[in-house]
């Protein structure tokens, strides 16, 4: 583990190369991804965007691990993800993805802190008398350090994906990946949240994102837009890419 695995992968932190994706259904495989390539350098931050059914979620799933391809070869951190088992996938995914949702997903009998102490116990990240004050740092970083011992209900959504992202960060991943992470907030909550995006960016975190959200896809650095299960455009967005208007 760790070591390159593919002479091909340069620099990239991210890398599908030739990824397909279809699913067997009663009608036959409906294709989801073709033949995508993409390169993610370490401390991008990259917003994916496209019609409904294009296949965003798909790749993300690809990314995370979370899904297969077909055929085709996906690197993260130089890590075959394609080629691991589902053991090896859940305990790699653990330490080098951090995933953020639409709705939260927290649990909901946890309190905020246990939540993001969730993780490093499942990885066994940390000394378990540490994981309790990482946490408290964790959620101190994303602005809720004061609600730790809430349960998840009694916090309004943006706080609720606050402490989604800072469980997200529990074991210091180099990749964070969010599927419409502001999709359930109103849009000065959404702002909010992306701003803390901007400052995990700045800390050298890599963000992949879906959004529908095309105000917010232009403050990342990259679009990239898909249609019909294709990369259709990958584009830079300049200098104002980065959120400092």
Known sequence: MGMQTSGSNGKALIDLNGVFKSYETGAGDV????????KVREGEFISVVGPSGSGKSTM????TGIDRPSDGEVYVAREA????????LARWRGRNVGVIFQFFQLLPTLSIVENVMLPMDF?????????KGRAMDLLDLVGIADQAHKLPSALPGGQQQRAAIARALAND?????????????????????FTLFENLVDQGKTLVIVTHDRDLS????????????????????????NGKH
Do not use: F, W
């Open 123 to 131: 990885c066994n990240m940390y000394k378990r008398r540490e994981r």
């Open 31 to 38: 294709p989801v991804l073709k033949d995508i390539n993409l």
């Open 173 to 193: 991943p180099p990749v964070l990946v969010g599927d419409e992470p502001t999709g359930n907030l109103d849009t000065h909550t959404a702002d909010e949240v």
């Open 218 to 241: 232009a403050r990342t650095r990259r679009t990239l837009h898909l249609l019909d299960g294709r990369l259709d455009r990958d584009e830079s967005n300049g200098s104002n890419g």
């Open 81 to 88: 993800v394609h080629a691991m088992s589902e053991n090896q």
């Open 60 to 63: 993300l799933n690809m990314i």
